[in-house]
């Protein structure tokens, strides 16, 4: 059982490129969720999703967008990536939003 | 907003015990957890406290004292593997976490 895969492990993208990160889960979920994690400020939640077909934002969902087609699936995109994106994400999901989250590997990205 | 403080660096000794606080003040509150992060790794699940008291987990214990907002985590008898950041996180009325910036732990020898 894989859990939750992330997708890319890292990349250096240029700004103003547009990229998608990519999140899979196998555990048939219903919640899931993208963080980003930022030296000295901890985990901070971008978007979530509750359930297949919906989605929210959390509390820094400025400059990312997502879509929650299935269970299973949870892409984040940055449209036009900013220097300010560069961060470490990591996807997380939970069987409810009232149960403890497990976290996928994350991706480290870099804008330049 | 939820605002959340821990201390962020810790030493101790193997063997020994450490405990890292964490103390709150939300808009709203559901629960109260503790992740541990290894450099480079993901957060994983400690710990879950909803009701005031002790919750104890082998050699981890973790406390809650909703009036005080306070919770803090109790690691005992340290081992080398222990050193990792820990991170509270606070669930609000919507079911949404809010997490501390850690607190990192270094076991030394």
């Known amino acids: 059982i894989a859990g939750i895969t992330q997708a890319p492990t890292s990349q250096i993208l240029a700004a103003g490129r547009r990229m998608t990160l990519r999140c899979t889960q196998d555990?048939?979920?219903?919640?899931m969720y993208w963080y980003r994690q930022d030296l000295g400020l901890g985990l901070r939640l971008i978007h979530y999703?509750?359930?297949?077909?919906?989605?929210g934002k959390g509390e820094v969902p400025d400059g990312y967008s997502v879509s929650r087609a299935n269970t299973d699936d949870f892409p984040l995109t940055l449209a036009s990536a900013v220097p300010s994106q560069t961060s470490v994400y990591f996807c997380?999901?939970?069987?409810?939003?009232?149960?403890?989250?497990?976290f996928g590997p994350g991706t480290r990205l870099t804008v330049l | 907003g939820q605002n959340i403080d821990q201390p962020t660096e810790m030493t101790a000794t193997e063997g020994a015990i450490v405990q890292i606080n964490c103390t709150y003040q939300?808009?709203?509150?559901?629960?109260l957890f503790w992740y541990q992060q290894h450099a480079g790794e993901a957060p994983t699940f400690l710990s879950y406290?909803?009701?005031?008291g002790l919750e104890e987990k082998g050699r981890f214990s973790s406390f809650l004292s909703r009036s005080k907002g306070y919770s803090y985590l109790l690691l005992k008898e340290l081992q080398m593997k222990d050193s990792a950041s820990y991170l509270c996180?606070?669930?609000?009325?919507?079911?949404?976490?809010?997490f501390g910036a850690g607190t990192t732990v270094t076991v030394r020898a």
């Open positions: 997380a999901s939970s069987e409810g939003d009232y149960n403890e989250q497990f």
């Open positions: 406290n909803v009701l005031d």
């Open positions: 999703s509750n359930t297949a077909g919906t989605t």
């Open positions: 555990m048939r979920h219903n919640a």
């Open positions: 939300t808009s709203g509150f559901n629960g």
């Open positions: 996180a606070v669930r609000d009325n919507d079911y949404k976490l809010s």
